[in-house]
């Protein structure tokens, strides 16, 4: 009698997670993990009304961890032709195993409709793995939940997700990071962007192989650093995703746990500094993208997601100058509205700043407003640093937080080399660019009200911050500011000065 082969193990799915495609309004994306290679994994859909009568097989994208060894596999299922502002319902399918669900909503078309979205950075875990090398909080697993009280749209990832690569178990630190966010990311898009520690030297040319492989972005036109940039259009707002790795000096992505651990690092001349890793391609995208947007007629706001920021007053690890050098000129240039970021972990907000004070070596920005209540954006670019998502690393507060504050500067990094960190090189300055900042609430994230049309031909977006202490799953709201402009405003050239009203209670 002739053996018969058992049937391969039914790996069940995990780690659900939605995206936007480039049209938030009729395209999404469904990804998620699985613990070994899945039978015809495929994704069922339809709106709630109407039942899953749509089926897309997903596409397998796996990579080995190079710490490790280990091989992770994911799923990728997008779809197109959706209808806008729509509820829909999905099961994520593999044969032998139990279906996932979850639903998510379309954008709306244009300016037919506002909407909420939310931002923060800088995550992490909820509770330590391993040798517990890499950040955790209960913090990381209680803002999912205060998230998911307000009820947004999509969220905004600002960076530094789950610290893959300071950790001695990488792939469980991902795992862990899903797993605790599914229970929102699962049924609303979380669009994230790379910050420093989501490079895991080893892993692909730039360490990013993990995070590209786990998410489903809207394509960039760059098969080689596809997912580390994109942008996508939410009613009429164009969100653009940075990764700023590419520009800033800060050497942030080392890891002297991986250096000592990843098997041939040494021989193989792997090294964690990655700045210019792209030899111009991300920013000529960028501007690229910028001067679509201002010939459109359809996109009225311009907000760019990324991760290191250009400007802070925080005791940690400041502005990186590079930033200044490469982004700042395109922002001004094409009338960026919006920048959140993270990296900084506490909360701070800009003026509207546009050009630079004169004589700064420093490319400080000029602050082109003194209204901290209601910002006009046709005046300047209007930075958020929001990276109290979770991290455990909370240095921002200092004796003298009531002195005017003084912003740090990345310029330079010292000597070292892919054995030893090359320490930043920082200057000070004066923080007249800054309007707001609270240097003491340790965890929070930032909600955006968007209204695409107000009587008197204006477009707002009113920004809250939610604060909690450590440990505490009470958000509450801390700061409150407005957005305002004149539709058809969008060029930095363009547009009457508006009338100020003050923020709402």
């Not at 859909?45 to 280990?70: D, F, I, N, P, W």
């Not at 139990?98 to 300016?111: D, I, K, M, S, Y």
């Not at 400080?364 to 901290?372: L, N, Q, V």
């Not at 900042?437 to 031909?457: H, I, W």
Request: charged share 20%; hydrophobic share 35%.
């Amino acid at each position: 009698m002739s053996a018969i082969s058992a049937p391969a193990q039914a790996h069940a799915p995990e780690q659900l997670h939605v995206q936007f495609g480039a049209d938030a309004a009729t395209q999404a994306a469904v990804s998620w993990a699985a613990p070994g290679p899945a039978r015809r994994p495929r994704l069922r859909l339809g709106r709630l009304s109407a039942g899953l009568g749509t089926e897309v097989l997903a596409q397998e994208r796996t990579y080995t961890e190079a710490l490790t060894g280990e091989r992770v596999w994911t799923y990728h299922a997008a779809v197109d032709g959706l209808r806008p502002d729509t509820r829909y319902g999905y099961q994520v399918r593999h044969d032998g195993a139990e279906p996932v669900a979850g639903t998510f909503r379309t954008a709306p078309a244009g300016r037919s409709a506002g909407f909420r979205f939310t931002s923060f950075g800088d995550q992490a875990i909820p509770a330590p793995l391993g040798l517990g090398l890499g950040p955790s909080s209960p913090n990381a697993g209680h803002v999912v939940p205060a998230i998911e009280r307000l009820d947004p749209l999509f969220h905004l990832v600002n960076g530094d997700l789950c610290y893959a690569n300071i950790s001695d178990q990488p792939v469980a630190t991902w795992a862990a990071y899903f797993a605790n966010n599914a229970r929102s990311a699962a049924n609303r898009p979380w669009m994230p962007t790379a910050g420093n520690h989501e490079s895991e030297v080893g892993n692909g040319p730039q360490g990013y192989l993990a995070y590209q492989t786990r998410f489903e972005l809207p394509d960039n036109g760059s098969a080689r650093f596809r997912g580390n940039w994109y942008s996508f259009t939410v009613g009429s707002i164009l969100v653009i995703a940075l990764n700023n790795d590419d520009v800033c000096y800060q050497d942030g992505a080392f890891s002297s746990y991986r250096r000592d651990h990843v098997p041939g690092y040494a021989a193989s001349g792997l090294d964690p500094y990655i700045s210019g890793y792209s030899g111009g391609e991300q920013r000529r995208w960028l501007e690229r993208e910028l001067a679509r947007a201002r010939r459109s007629v359809h996109i009225d706001w311009i907000v760019v997601c990324m991760h290191q920021v250009a400007m802070s007053s925080a005791r940690f690890n400041g502005a990186d100058l590079g930033i200044r050098e490469q982004w700042l000129p395109l922002f001004d240039a094409y009338g960026v509205d919006l920048v959140l970021a993270g990296h900084d972990h506490h909360y701070e907000r800009s003026f509207p700043v546009r050009g630079v004070e004169p004589g700064s070596s420093l490319l400080t920005p000029a602050a082109r407003g003194s209204d901290p209540d209601e910002m006009d954006t046709s005046n300047g670019t209007v930075h958020v640093i929001a990276g109290g998502g979770g991290s455990s690393s909370f240095f921002a507060s200092a004796p003298d937080d009531d002195l005017p504050p003084e912003g740090k500067v990345i310029t330079g990094v010292g000597a070292g080399d892919r054995q030893r960190q090359r320490p930043p090189i920082v200057a000070t300055e004066p923080a007249r660019w800054s309007a707001y900042r609270d240097l003491r609430t340790p965890y929070g994230f930032a909600s955006f009200d968007f209204v695409p049309a107000e009587p008197g031909g204006t477009t707002s977006i009113t920004v809250t911050y939610h604060g909690a202490e450590l440990g505490s799953a009470d958000y509450v709201p801390l700061d409150r500011f407005v957005l305002r402009k004149r539709l058809g405003s969008g060029s930095p050239y363009a547009g009457a000065h508006l009338v100020h009203r003050h923020a709402p209670a």
